[in-house]
């Protein structure tokens, strides 16, 4: 199998080994189980609310604060703790990039 096909039966995409989110490739419901690969590996897990096609699924628990990780990349930071199978978008995470308020409260000096 070459490293970036879609293996039929994922649900969604993981597209680093180091992402704690995932992206729905359709609308899922909760208590539906969705298949995803990591490393090759396909792994599980249960949808706990209802989540539109193209947003993104916690795929490893996301304590307060937490950068959520898509792509290997920091998108964000989690604003309350997120469980496995929940809904990760603009009700839970904030933008932490080019914000001078978040360089102030880690101490840094207001430019």
């Known amino acids: 199998m070459a490293e970036n096909s879609i ?8 597209m680093d080994a180091r992402d704690n989110v995932a992206t ?5 419901a909760p208590g539906e189980e969705l298949t995803f690969q990591v490393m090759g590996n396909n792994q599980t897990i249960t949808v706990q609310q209802p989540i539109k096609f193209g947003h ?3 795929i490893s ?6 950068h959520v ?4 990349e920091s ?7 997120i469980s496995i199978g ?8 904030e933008g932490i990039r080019g914000r001078g308020d ?6 840094g000096k207001q430019s």
Do not use: M, W
Request: a negative charge; proline letters at 2%.
């Open 7 to 14: 293996e039929a039966g994922v649900a969604c995409l993981v």
């Open 24 to 28: 729905l490739l359709h609308d899922a």
């Open 56 to 58: 993104k699924i916690a």
């Open 61 to 66: 628990p996301i304590s307060f604060g937490e």
């Open 69 to 72: 990780i898509k792509y290997g």
């Open 75 to 81: 998108i964000g930071a989690a604003t309350v703790a």
């Open 86 to 93: 929940e809904h990760v978008h603009v009700h839970n995470i």
């Open 102 to 107: 978040r360089k102030l409260e880690q101490g």
